[in-house]
């Protein structure tokens, strides 16, 4: 009985990887993380406006068509680069692969920005929140911005 299980958890595990994979390439656990985030931090928001019972369904639908918006900006940051790779490289001969970078800084930007707004949603909640996580986040939002305006 146990083998089976076990069997039927692995194939279902599996193909939830395939698919995943096939979607969202090699790294999409990084999606996967991306929305759990999006999902926690609309649950610490809610927490917080219950807590403080500034609740409000009009917030809430503004927050989750926001979050929506950050999904289309994700995808198309990784959309256009993908759109003029092909591009360079069937029509000029040239390797542009460096321009999907632009869909990665995208989304680990605003991965940093769930985060932060977790742990503020935490804070504001009343959770004692360690210093060095928000400190450190802050941190690695500048650096990240430094490091496009060196590129410009």
Do not use: Q
Request: contains cysteine.
């Amino acid at each position: 009985m146990k083998v089976k299980f076990i069997d039927k958890y692995n194939a279902l595990v599996g193909a939830a990887v395939t698919v995943l994979t096939a979607l969202f390439g090699t790294y999409w656990y990084l999606f996967a993380g991306y929305l759990f985030c999006n999902i926690v931090d609309y649950a610490t928001g809610y927490a917080k406006a219950r807590k403080n019972h500034t609740e409000s369904s009009s917030i809430g639908i503004i927050g989750i068509v926001k979050k929506i918006g950050y999904w289309l900006i994700v995808s198309v940051s990784f959309l256009i680069p993908n759109m003029f790779i092909n591009l360079g490289k069937d029509m000029f001969g040239i390797n542009l692969s460096f321009l999907e970078l632009l869909g990665w800084f995208t989304l680990t930007t605003l991965l940093i920005n769930e985060i932060r707004s977790i742990l503020e949603n935490l804070v504001e909640y009343g959770c004692d929140v360690p210093d060095f996580l928000i400190k450190g986040l802050a941190v690695t939002e500048k650096l990240i911005s430094a490091g496009a305006d060196k590129t410009e």
